[in-house]
């Protein structure tokens, strides 16, 4: 197996990081997130009210990744053809023939996915899961590497349709970006005198460079006293009383994904347990539900990781 060199890699992730972070200014840590995700080949869904650059940091990313990049503005009228394709007639060879939907390119974005209806948003589950469509009893791969990052907004909820348990649990995590600072916010003017800064924003890797950082990503080691944390805290979801479902074992494999990957970004090749705090809450947050009672009394499934995390005993690694 060849040596990785992470911190290589880590100058790396930061030069994306620093391309990214002149269209989304003062957003460093969240932009570190989710190119930790999309390192370990997990979706992204990015929750926040509008206008604060949810569709922004798609297409940055997109653009710095070297990706190909389609955008899907789901609405109630969108059907599941109109993501993953359909066959259509061809008169000259009397055959039918698959048109590929916008679902096949590398990086999509699904704008205001909370929009469309429930099968339209089940069309996807397949893509994200298998990283494949079929149609009429054809099976056609997606592109590698592929990435979903949908966006709702979190303060409208008329005309849309919650996105479901099983959707929710194919996101690795689940973001929000927040407002800028004062100064931030000033900068964001300055920036956007003239023309929209993404317009200027460098491709500083390549397709086949994002495919190499995620093997590496899988060269990273995890120690088995942070997979235990990791299985613990998971299990803590599950048992905490005002929680009626918990993290699934897919929360626990993608918080132990999701934390090597975030070691290598930060130019480690082992994980400790600040990496598994550190995105506790973004990669198991989407997954619980809460009982009335919690819900009654405005507590957040955020709120409920993070005092799992306060109670648990950290390993000494």
Do not use: W
């Not at 061809?90 to 999509?108: C, L, M, Y």
């Not at 690795?172 to 005198?193: A, N």
């Not at 997954?287 to 507590?299: A, C, D, Q, V």
């Amino acid at each position: 197996m060849t040596t990785v060199d992470f911190g290589e890699v880590e100058r790396r992730i930061n030069e994306v990081i620093d391309e990214v972070e002149t269209v989304i200014i003062g957003k460093r840590a969240t932009i570190r997130l989710a190119l930790a995700s999309t390192m370990c080949n997990g979706h992204i869904l990015i929750e926040d009210v509008p206008g604060v650059g949810k569709t922004t940091l798609a297409k940055s990313l997109a653009r710095a990744l070297g990706c190909t990049f389609k955008r899907i503005q789901f609405t109630p009228d969108l059907l599941p053809a109109d993501i993953t394709g359909t066959s259509v007639f061809n008169q000259k060879t009397t055959e039918f023939e698959f048109r590929r939907g916008p679902i096949f390119a590398q990086f999509v974005l699904a704008d205001e996915i909370n929009r469309a209806t429930p099968k339209t948003q089940s069309s996807l589950l397949e893509c994200m899961e298998e990283r494949q469509v079929t149609a009429d009893g054809v099976t056609y791969p997606l592109p590698a590497p592929f990435f979903v990052i949908a966006t709702e907004n979190s303060v409208e909820y008329r005309g849309t349709y919650p996105l479901p348990e099983a959707q929710l649990d194919r996101f690795m995590m689940r973001i929000t970006i927040g407002y800028p600072e004062h100064r931030e916010e000033l900068q964001i003017l300055e920036s956007q005198m003239v023309e929209h800064p993404i317009a200027n924003v460098r491709p500083i890797l390549s397709s086949a460079e994002v495919l190499d950082l995620q093997r590496a990503v899988t060269q990273v080691y995890l120690e088995s006293s942070v997979r235990d944390y990791i299985v613990r805290i998971v299990e803590a979801t599950r048992a905490h009383p005002m929680v009626s479902l918990g993290a699934s074992p897919r929360g626990s494999l993608n918080l132990s994904h999701a934390a090597r990957s975030l070691a290598a970004v930060s130019g480690r090749d082992f994980v400790v347990p600040d990496d598994v705090k550190a995105l506790a809450v973004p990669a198991l947050a989407h997954r619980l539900i809460l009982k009335p009672e919690g819900r009654i009394r405005n507590i957040s499934a955020a709120e409920v990781v993070e005092e799992i995390i306060a109670e648990a005993a950290v390993p000494v690694v």
